[in-house]
């Protein structure tokens, strides 16, 4: 089992910055890829961003160049620095645990809000 809980999450004016937090404890060791995904009112769930275990990143194209995700291996924490956010990114934002098995895990989400 992995538990994940987000933080960070809040109220921004569109082409500001806010930094999300992932701690992950439980079974850490087997987790592949830890990952960023948003859901938006009426819109599926989307990735946003991911890290594998070997340090890989991947982004969707709608935040290529603002976003970076990163991670502090001694923290067990995922963060997702977002930087000249807009409308669009207003969503919850839910942290993503990929391990072995197709087993995923997810945290409770943390709501960011963009107003224009």
């Known amino acids: 089992q992995v538990q994940l809980v987000e933080s960070g999450g809040g109220l921004v004016q569109a082409g500001g910055s806010l930094r999300l937090s992932c701690a992950a404890s439980?079974?850490?060791?087997?987790?592949?890829?830890m990952g960023w995904y948003r859901q938006a009112p009426g819109k599926q769930r989307e990735l946003v961003a991911q890290?594998?275990?070997?340090?890989?990143?991947n982004y969707a194209d709608s935040v290529k160049g603002r976003f970076t995700i990163s991670r502090d291996n001694a923290k067990n924490t995922v963060y997702l620095q977002m930087n000249s956010l807009r409308f669009e990114d207003t969503a919850v934002y839910y942290c993503?645990?990929?391990?072995?098995?197709?087993?995923?895990?997810w945290g409770r989400g943390t709501q960011v809000t963009v107003s224009s």
């Open positions: 439980g079974s850490i060791f087997s987790i592949k890829a």
């Open positions: 993503n645990a990929d391990c072995p098995g197709a087993q995923r895990y």
């Open positions: 890290i594998t275990s070997g340090g890989s990143t």
